[in-house]
Structure formats: structure tokens, C-alpha cells
């Protein structure tokens, strides 16, 4: 088993997100090859300074701006918006592996009486008239249904047969999300957007079993290191602790994974075997750790696991949105500030979308951390840069909201 130092464990962890030494993702094309190599980044709707994938991504990616992940999504068809860690963006060329997810959908759809038959009418409409939304779709009324994906919240018994069947739909994979305004989602037919040999390609797994260590070797590579232990980065992978340990043991033994052992942790993490010559170039002391400040998503890849950030950096994140606001520590929509190779503190950003005024409410340093000049510099600049993410200018004398715990 390999032996590193936690600041080792850092930097490679670092170096494999794109958050250390200078971009290596660099405007639309990287923010496409990053999703690539994280497999998957988590949706999430609420957009105080950026949507969590904006956030996400505008960390990593030299020159990036919101329209280049809507472009991908919804104009170049790179990516999809489709469940696995919840609700999350993925590459398009992913869609065989969750075919069974699908057909799961489909049989799900089967149990609710009168759903094949709105499917049907919904099919005809969408290929006669285009995307529709679930206020523009023709279909009235309510429907005994609920989603098979937990994350879309929907339960209800009776539900606006409208929206049922096309959601219905869309986790069957017959639909694909068109385009949104706001948070409205219009729907059309993916065969209209994917080629057939796409859409009816098999599933490259053989079994649950290989599905599984699939998406396992996924996330690890998502992260950069992951223990086996029970972890919201396993969110969507439907798997027992057993199924986890046989996985992990699966994909050792198969040379896929490689166990590390970090100084003064516990467990051992494990990492993609083919990131090996990264680790390596960290341990010789070869690999760029040039010092980058940015801000990460509540959602971030790297942040999947709280115990394991706290295990390696000592940092301890709570995303508190909804922590009800007299028992938050910091703030409603705060994000990790991160500096060279260490969590440096937090920032509470706003961006006005009416006023086009991007403010920072406020900011907190780890304790340790002086607020110095160059310091000051490097938060300013990445302020800057997540203004211009968003379309906003700063106000022309900002707050001196900085705070040293």
C-alpha cells in the first residue's frame, strides 16, 4: 500500500480537481473535458451567485461563462441533465451505462393506470409541435403517479397529469430537457437530438454487479481519493455495505483501484489507478502547486464527502441553506474559499440578477489565517472573476466585510 503525507494527499487531490497550478480546463472545451472527468456534477436550482454546476465549473475553468454549460446542455447535446448523484449534469456518451435505470422507469410508469395512454397522446403532441413545458402541453387534469426518482420530489397521489406523464417520459429516456427558463423545464423528443445507434446502444455493464463497480471507479475519480466507508459521495448508487465492501474488493483485485494510506488517517483511500503517475509526480516533489485562490460550490465534487475534508484539511463545511437562519453559523448561501493548499475561509456572495450589482455580504478566515495584502489581493480578484460568471459588475466602493476568526 502506498504511503502518503496529508499535504501530499492534498496536493494530489487538489491537482486532480484543477484547483492547484495554473487551468488546465480553459473555456467551453474544458468545462466539457472536466464533466468528463468527474463523471457527473450535481444540479441544484437555487441560484443566489450561480447555480451549484456554474459554481462548480467557473472554479476550474479559465474563461468561463453560464452560457457555455447551457450551450452543452442544450445546444451541442455534449451533456445531459439526468439522475445519478441526484439530479446532475453528465457526458452524453454516459447514456448506455443507465440503461437500466430506464427500463426500471418504464415498468415503474407501467404500475399507474392511464399513464401509457397520456404517454402516447404527449408523444404525438411533442412530435407535431415541439417542446412543450407542462403549462403548454394539452394534456388536463390529474393522475394517480408518482416519479421513480426521489430526488423530483413528486409523491402525490393526484398530480397534474400534465407534468406526471412528462416526467414520466423523461426518466424513461424518451424526452430530454430542451431548454429552461428558470427554473421551467421544456421537454422534447431525444430522438429528435441523439443519433439511434446512442439511444440503442446496449449496456456496456453486463450486470448490476459491473454497474456498480462502474460507478464506484466514477466517483473515486470524481473526488481524487475515497475511503470505503458509508459517504454521501455514494449518493444515487443504490448498494448495501457489503455490495460496497465486494466492490471495492472487485475493483482492487482487477487493478482498476489502487489503496492509499494517509499519515494520521485511519482508513485507507483509494484512487484510480490510472492517476498514479499524478500521485507520483506530488511525492517526487515534480508536480505545478503554484497557489490559486477560488471559491467551491456547496455541491462541489471534492466537497461529496465532509468527514473526508475534515479527515485531510481539518475543515469543517455545513451548507446551511436550510439550517433555519437563527441557528446558522455563517450564512444562507456560503462557499469554502480555498488557497494554494489549504481552506483559507468562506465568502457569502449575491448577485443582484435585476440591478446587475454582484456584492459580497461577507467573508470569514479559518482561524490562523491573517487577512494580509496579498491575501485581500487574491479574494478580490476571485470576486472579479465570479462577478463576470455571472454578468454582474461590483459595486464602485465595496464593503470592507472581511472577518478573522
Request: aromatic share 12%; hydrophobic share 35%.
Amino acid at each position: 500500500m502506498l504511503t502518503v503525507t496529508k499535504n501530499q494527499a492534498r496536493q494530489f487531490i487538489l491537482l486532480k480537481q484543477g484547483l492547484l497550478g495554473d487551468y488546465r480546463f480553459i473555456r467551453k472545451d474544458g468545462a466539457y473535458q472536466f464533466v468528463r472527468q468527474a463523471g457527473c456534477i450535481q444540479f441544484d436550482p437555487v441560484d443566489v451567485c450561480g447555480r451549484n454546476a456554474e459554481l462548480t465549473l467557473q472554479s476550474r475553468v479559465k474563461g468561463f461563462r453560464r452560457k457555455m454549460l447551457s450551450d452543452l446542455l442544450y445546444r451541442d447535446r455534449l451533456l445531459v441533465d439526468y439522475s445519478d448523484k441526484e439530479l446532475s449534469i453528465w457526458p452524453r456518451e454516459d447514456w448506455p451505462f443507465f440503461s437500466g435505470y430506464r427500463e426500471r422507469s418504464v415498468a415503474h410508469g407501467r404500475q399507474f393506470p392511464g399513464i401509457p395512454e397520456l404517454e402516447e397522446q404527449a408523444i404525438a403532441y411533442i412530435r407535431k409541435h415541439g417542446p412543450v413545458s407542462s403549462d403548454t402541453l394539452p394534456i388536463e387534469g390529474t393522475v394517480f403517479w408518482h416519479s421513480s426518482m426521489h430526488w423530483s420530489g413528486h409523491w402525490e397521489k393526484d398530480s397534474l397529469a400534465a407534468r406526471s406523464v412528462l416526467e414520466q417520459l423523461y426518466t424513461d429516456g424518451v424526452l430530454l430537457i430542451h431548454h429552461k427558463t428558470g427554473s421551467r423545464k421544456y421537454y422534447d423528443l431525444a430522438d429528435k437530438y441523439f443519433p439511434a445507434d446512442l439511444l440503442r446502444a446496449p449496456n456496456p455493464c453486463r450486470d448490476e454487479e459491473a454497474f456498480t463497480d462502474w460507478r464506484i471507479c466514477r466517483r473515486i475519480g470524481a473526488v481524487g481519493l475515497l475511503w470505503n466507508r458509508n459517504s454521501t459521495a455514494w449518493l444515487g448508487i443504490s448498494m448495501t455495505t457489503e455490495q460496497r465492501n465486494a466492490s471495492f474488493d472487485r475493483l482492487e483485485k482487477n487493478g482498476s483501484i489502487s489503496a492509499v494510506q494517509v499519515e494520521g488517517i485511519r482508513f485507507p483511500l483509494y484512487m484510480l489507478r490510472e492517476d498514479l503517475p499524478l500521485l507520483e509526480s506530488v511525492t517526487a516533489g515534480q508536480a505545478d502547486t503554484r497557489s490559486r485562490l477560488e471559491f467551491l460550490a456547496p455541491l462541489d465534487p471534492m466537497l461529496w464527502d465532509r468527514k473526508l475534508i475534515e479527515a485531510v484539511w481539518g475543515f469543517q463545511y455545513s451548507w446551511e441553506i436550510y439550517t433555519p437562519a437563527v441557528k446558522r453559523k455563517y450564512g444562507y448561501y456560503v462557499l469554502p474559499m480555498i488557497c494554494g493548499d489549504r481552506f483559507v475561509g468562506r465568502i457569502e456572495p449575491k448577485a443582484d440578477r435585476k440591478s446587475g450589482i454582484f456584492t459580497v455580504q461577507n467573508v470569514w478566515l479559518e482561524p490562523g489565517v491573517r487577512r494580509t495584502k496579498k491575501l485581500s489581493g487574491q479574494i478580490d480578484k476571485a470576486v472579479q472573476r465570479l462577478a463576470k460568471v455571472n454578468d454582474c459588475t461590483l459595486p464602485t466602493k465595496p464593503d470592507d466585510t472581511i472577518q478573522e476568526n
